[in-house]
Protein backbone atom coordinates (compact mmCIF):
# COMPACT_ATOMS: atom_id res chain seq x y z
CA UNK A 1 0.00 0.00 0.00
CA UNK A 2 2.64 2.45 0.45
CA UNK A 3 4.02 1.63 -2.90
CA UNK A 4 1.10 2.54 -4.43
CA UNK A 5 0.37 5.88 -2.24
CA UNK A 6 4.08 6.99 -2.98
CA UNK A 7 3.65 6.56 -6.47
CA UNK A 8 0.93 8.66 -6.37
CA UNK A 9 2.55 11.62 -4.18
CA UNK A 10 5.36 11.35 -6.26
CA UNK A 11 3.36 11.77 -9.29
CA UNK A 12 1.48 14.92 -7.78
CA UNK A 13 4.86 15.88 -7.25
CA UNK A 14 6.48 15.56 -10.75
CA UNK A 15 2.69 17.38 -11.94
CA UNK A 16 3.87 20.47 -9.32
CA UNK A 17 7.06 21.45 -10.42
CA UNK A 18 6.08 21.21 -14.05
CA UNK A 19 3.29 23.62 -13.71
CA UNK A 20 5.88 25.94 -11.91
CA UNK A 21 8.43 25.40 -14.41
CA UNK A 22 5.28 26.35 -16.87
CA UNK A 23 4.69 29.70 -14.56
CA UNK A 24 8.34 30.48 -14.65
CA UNK A 25 8.41 30.59 -18.81
CA UNK A 26 5.14 32.45 -18.35
CA UNK A 27 7.19 34.86 -16.32
CA UNK A 28 10.64 34.94 -18.42
CA UNK A 29 8.30 35.58 -21.70
CA UNK A 30 6.67 38.33 -20.28
CA UNK A 31 9.45 40.39 -18.55
CA UNK A 32 11.26 39.38 -21.65
CA UNK A 33 8.97 41.11 -24.00
CA UNK A 34 7.64 43.92 -21.57
CA UNK A 35 8.23 46.63 -24.15
CA UNK A 36 5.90 44.62 -26.49
CA UNK A 37 3.69 43.76 -24.20
CA UNK A 38 3.42 47.44 -22.61
CA UNK A 39 3.25 48.70 -26.30
CA UNK A 40 -0.22 46.85 -26.87
CA UNK A 41 -1.43 47.94 -23.34
CA UNK A 42 -1.54 44.00 -22.44
CA UNK A 43 -0.36 44.09 -18.94
CA UNK A 44 -3.70 43.04 -17.41
CA UNK A 45 -3.96 40.13 -19.58
CA UNK A 46 -0.11 38.95 -19.12
CA UNK A 47 -0.93 39.40 -15.11
CA UNK A 48 -4.11 37.08 -15.78
CA UNK A 49 -2.41 34.75 -17.78
CA UNK A 50 0.79 34.17 -15.09
CA UNK A 51 -2.05 34.73 -12.01
CA UNK A 52 -3.87 31.37 -13.75
CA UNK A 53 -0.48 29.45 -14.13
CA UNK A 54 0.08 30.42 -10.31
CA UNK A 55 -3.44 29.49 -8.95
CA UNK A 56 -2.34 25.69 -10.96
CA UNK A 57 0.55 25.71 -8.61
CA UNK A 58 -1.08 26.28 -5.85
CA UNK A 59 -4.02 23.91 -6.23
CA UNK A 60 -1.54 21.14 -6.93
CA UNK A 61 1.21 21.77 -4.11
CA UNK A 62 -2.16 21.80 -1.72
CA UNK A 63 -3.12 18.65 -3.65
CA UNK A 64 0.28 17.11 -2.93
CA UNK A 65 0.25 18.52 0.80
CA UNK A 66 -2.67 16.78 1.68
CA UNK A 67 -1.32 13.44 0.55
CA UNK A 68 2.13 14.01 1.94
CA UNK A 69 0.34 14.60 5.48
CA UNK A 70 -2.04 11.31 5.02
CA UNK A 71 0.48 9.15 4.43
CA UNK A 72 2.97 10.19 6.81
CA UNK A 73 -0.15 10.59 9.20
CA UNK A 74 -0.92 6.79 8.58
CA UNK A 75 2.55 5.90 8.72
CA UNK A 76 3.32 7.00 12.23
CA UNK A 77 0.03 6.06 13.57
CA UNK A 78 0.77 2.74 11.86
CA UNK A 79 4.19 2.68 13.65
CA UNK A 80 2.93 3.61 17.06
CA UNK A 81 -0.09 0.95 17.22
CA UNK A 82 2.61 -1.62 16.64
CA UNK A 83 4.50 -0.55 19.34
CA UNK A 84 1.60 -0.23 21.41
CA UNK A 85 0.35 -3.68 20.67
CA UNK A 86 4.35 -4.85 21.42
CA UNK A 87 4.33 -3.43 24.56
CA UNK A 88 0.72 -5.01 25.62
CA UNK A 89 1.58 -7.92 24.29
CA UNK A 90 4.95 -8.28 26.16
CA UNK A 91 3.33 -7.48 29.51
CA UNK A 92 0.97 -10.12 28.77
CA UNK A 93 3.00 -12.80 28.87
CA UNK A 94 5.27 -11.17 31.61
Do not use: C, P, W
Request: charged share 20%; hydrophobic share 50%.
Amino acid sequence: MAIIYGRYVRNITKKVQDSLAGATQVAEERIANIRTVRAFSQEGFENNQYRSKIMEVLHLAEKEALAQGIFFGMVLTLRLLLFFFILVHGGIKN
